[in-house]
């Protein structure tokens, strides 16, 4: 099986209590098991992790380049404005996701721009907790085309 990293950034570890009408009440740990379910039906083995700090989302981004690893990732806030991450993003060669469980497009202005978009094969938004899902299936779609 393929490993993917499906990393998440800030406030993430608190799914299913930070502002359940936004992000529903789905936990950390029940986004982690759908997101290895799906990962094995696809033949993924997906490796689900998250921080609140952007050193060290960085330096899993580093590890995931290193080790040509495709990246499902919801960078949350450090969509925004993080161009530490951006930087490192772009030296990925393995497929990225970015990924958002809510449509940042249709909420406050200031999470209308992704630094992270342009160096992302593509992004996923506004699906829930099946935007994670979307996710894997792309990466393994395109990591079929590659084969």
């Given at each position: 099986m393929t490993r993917v990293l499906v990393l998440n950034g800030p406030n993430?570890?608190?799914?299913g209590i930070r502002e359940p009408d936004v992000y529903?009440?789905?936990t950390l740990a029940d986004l982690a098991e759908l997101c290895r379910a799906e990962g094995e039906r696809l033949g993924l083995d997906a490796e689900v992790r998250q921080t609140d700090g952007e050193a060290e989302l960085i330096g899993w981004v580093h590890e995931a380049a290193d080790g040509r690893l495709?990246?499902?990732l919801n960078p949350a806030a450090f969509t925004h404005y993080s161009y530490g991450l951006r930087d490192a993003l772009a030296q990925l060669t393995a497929p990225l996701v970015e990924v958002h469980i809510s449509n940042p497009a249709?909420?406050?202005?200031f999470r209308h721009t992704s630094v992270v978009a342009g160096v992302a094969t593509g992004t996923i938004a506004g699906f829930g907790m099946n935007s994670y899902v979307l996710a894997l299936r792309a990466v393994a779609d395109l990591l079929a085309r590659e084969r």
């Open positions: 993430l570890g608190r799914l529903g009440t789905t495709p990246v499902v249709a909420r406050e202005e």
